[in-house]
């Protein structure tokens, strides 16, 4: 059974930073590419970073630059580093897993970044 644990979210003023982690368990690392998305109140939940299982990297345009993505295979576990951050930036983010066979999405619950003075 997959399981998807956040951690790392807060209230952070303008140009600060965050580091986003996500422990999986039930997962072959190799097997899963990891991510983060995230949704702001009235908006549909979009990409924000992905990390292919062969380790190649995708960023929406919006974090490109600030934001790095990161796994730590022996730990199974993912990071998203988060500096300059952005009032725009503010939203629940969510781990995300996605089986490379079976396209199966897999999800964590949640955590909320607020960029605020």
């Known amino acids: 059974q997959v399981q998807l644990v956040e951690s790392g979210g807060g209230l952070v003023q303008p140009g600060g930073s965050l580091r986003l982690s996500c422990a999986a368990s039930?997962?072959?690392?190799?097997?899963?590419?990891m991510g983060w998305y995230r949704q702001a109140p009235g908006k549909e939940r979009e990409l924000v970073a992905r990390?292919?299982?062969?380790?190649?990297?995708y960023y929406a345009d919006s974090v490109k630059g600030r934001f790095t993505i990161s796994r730590d295979n022996a730990q199974n576990t993912v990071y998203l580093q988060s500096n300059s951050l952005k009032p725009e930036d503010t939203a629940v983010y969510y781990c995300?897993?996605?089986?490379?066979?079976?396209?199966?999405?897999?999800w964590g619950q949640g955590t909320q970044v607020t960029v605020s003075s």
């Open positions: 990390l292919l299982s062969i380790g190649s990297t």
């Open positions: 039930g997962i072959i690392a190799g097997l899963y590419h």
């Open positions: 995300n897993v996605r089986n490379i066979v079976t396209s199966k999405d897999y």
